[in-house]
């Protein structure tokens, strides 16, 4: 549940000082019959009754509900003109903007591996308005009876970009570096390299489970819409969290187990780029590494 909260205009511009955020605002062309509802309309929502609502990532967050409150209190619907590209983008596309922009590339990470294929549909005109950015487009350019809907934003604070300087040790580069640690330990053969490997392979089969189960509980457990039909549950099988004990173990029904798991990685290694999810390529050096052990645990005499 998201509530809505009241605070005043100079502590919400000391919060954005703060934070070395920006703050850009459109004047709303609207009636002074039309500014009263709209102002009733927002004390009305304050009220404690009404003031909490279920938070929704893509179709009911705060961005929306600032979009839909202006809609539903004009004395004439609302036209907006196109704010796409002429390539349409996914819900991911949008998201990934902002992230790359940022240099937030663990952020983005998290972002692939938590939320699911509905992620991946093609956005309308209107729902790419669950942004900020795009809400300031759609207004800027919106119609009523004919009319602007919205004067030119203008800079209320401009604030240097609190964005950080791209890093060395991006996902990929971690997870490649990993990969040859494994390859070189794999190879080595030394009784000190095979203990490294099989405490490896322990703690990553086990973490692979662990995060099989965290999507799962995100899928069935929760009703976050967006986190459902997620297809890094072919990597991270939530079965691994048990057969982490069983890595090493000679029973033929263990060795089975591996080579069935390599292919289903060897089978996803190739549909990756063809799935109805789009996945995060850091993740390739993690399937790769998933695919080489298992192939290696599934021959082990």
Avoid at 214 to 237: E, I, K, S
Wanted: glycine fraction near 2%.
């Amino acid at each position: 549940m998201y509530f809505l909260s009241v605070e005043n205009f100079n502590d919400f511009l000391y919060v954005y000082q703060y934070e070395s955020r920006s703050i850009w605002e459109q004047v709303l062309q609207l009636s002074c019959a039309e500014k009263q509802k709209l102002y009733d309309s927002l004390q009305i929502n304050a009220r404690v009754e009404n003031r909490a609502y279920r938070y929704d990532f893509l179709f009911d967050n705060c961005t929306t509900r600032a979009g839909d409150i202006v809609e539903t209190n004009t004395n004439a619907p609302v036209v907006y003109q196109n704010i796409l590209p002429k390539q349409i983008p996914t819900f991911r596309n949008l998201l990934h903007t902002y992230l790359d922009k940022g240099n937030q590339n663990w952020s983005k990470l998290g972002i692939d591996i938590l939320l699911g294929a509905k992620l991946d549909r093609k956005v309308s005109n209107e729902q790419a308005m669950f942004l900020p950015d795009y809400l300031l487009k759609a207004f800027d350019s919106a119609t009523v009876n004919g009319q602007p809907l919205v004067s030119a934003p203008q800079v209320v604070l401009e604030m240097p970009s609190p964005l950080k300087d791209k890093s060395f040790f991006t996902p990929t580069v971690v997870f490649i570096l990993l990969l040859a640690l494994v390859v070189v330990l794999s190879l080595v053969r030394r009784k000190w390299a095979t203990i490294a490997t099989s405490v490896f392979d322990f703690l990553f089969f086990f973490l692979l489970g662990l995060a099989g189960i965290l999507l799962l509980f995100m899928w069935f457990g929760t009703d976050h819409n967006v986190t459902q039909n997620n297809y890094n549950l072919l990597w991270a099988l939530p079965i691994n969290i048990v057969m982490a004990f069983f890595v090493h173990s000679k029973k033929a029904w263990v060795k089975k187990y591996f080579t069935i798991v390599f292919w289903v990685s060897a089978a996803l290694l190739l549909a990756w780029f063809f799935l109805p999810q789009q996945m995060n390529n850091a993740l390739l050096p993690i399937l790769l590494i998933i695919i080489f052990r298992t192939w290696h645990l599934s021959k082990s005499k």
